[in-house]
């Protein structure tokens, strides 16, 4: 989504990118976004199934993630730790 460009979002967009899976339901596997995910913390950052902490060193071209995304969850999916 288009959004006013300020130092929350540079790029002037609003995104979130997500992978699923289905195992007996659909589980979000991955997913980038650039939305607040703590009450100080904004920026794009990277969301796993088999981890509980949140990615901010993640540096993409909203162009760049689909393809990011995909490698994580073919990643996560061959591990099947979760």
Avoid at 15 to 23: D, E, I, L, T
């Amino acid at each position: 989504m288009r959004v006013e460009k300020n130092e929350r979002f540079p790029e002037g967009l609003k995104y979130s990118f997500n992978v699923m899976f289905f195992k007996e339901k659909w589980i979000t596997l991955t997913r980038i976004d650039n939305s607040r995910h703590r009450a100080d913390r904004y920026g794009p950052h990277l969301h796993r199934v088999d981890r509980e902490e949140v990615d901010y060193s993640v540096e993409l071209k909203p162009e760049e993630i689909t393809e990011y995304l995909l490698k994580v969850a073919k990643q996560i999916v061959g591990d099947q730790k979760w």
